[in-house]
């Protein structure tokens, strides 16, 4: 059964940057690895960055020029990199990906990122 597993959330003050991994655990032949989303308690899940046709990125405006995304399809491993990292960025961050066999989303657990003095 193919998972995919974050890491690299954490506590960290205002200013700071964290790193973020998702890596898929099993065989991943069939996954392709998408998107970073971000949920706060009583909100819906939203959509933070990811990739479009090809290596083509898209970031949510709020995040832009502090956050990147990228990924290495052979290593079958995606990154956030947060930068100048804000409280109102504090939230459980997901990593997506879809199951091209199966047909059908894959989420991770969620790596919990707290910016905070």
């Known amino acids: 059964q193919v998972q995919l597993v974050e890491s690299g959330g954490g506590l960290v003050q205002p200013g700071g940057s964290l790193r973020l991994s998702c890596a898929v655990s099993g065989s991943g032949f069939s996954i392709t690895l998408i998107d970073w989303y971000r949920q706060t308690p009583g909100k819906q899940r939203e959509w933070v960055a990811g990739f479009s046709t090809g290596d083509n990125t898209n970031i949510r405006d709020d995040v832009k020029g502090r956050f990147t995304i990228s990924r290495d399809n052979a290593k079958n491993t995606l990154w956030l990199q947060m930068n100048s990292l804000k409280p109102e960025d504090t939230a459980v961050y997901y990593c997506?990906?879809?199951?091209?066999?199966?047909?059908?989303?894959?989420w991770g657990q969620g790596t919990q990122v707290t910016v905070s003095s």
């Open positions: 997506h990906a879809f199951d091209r066999v199966l047909s059908q989303n894959v």
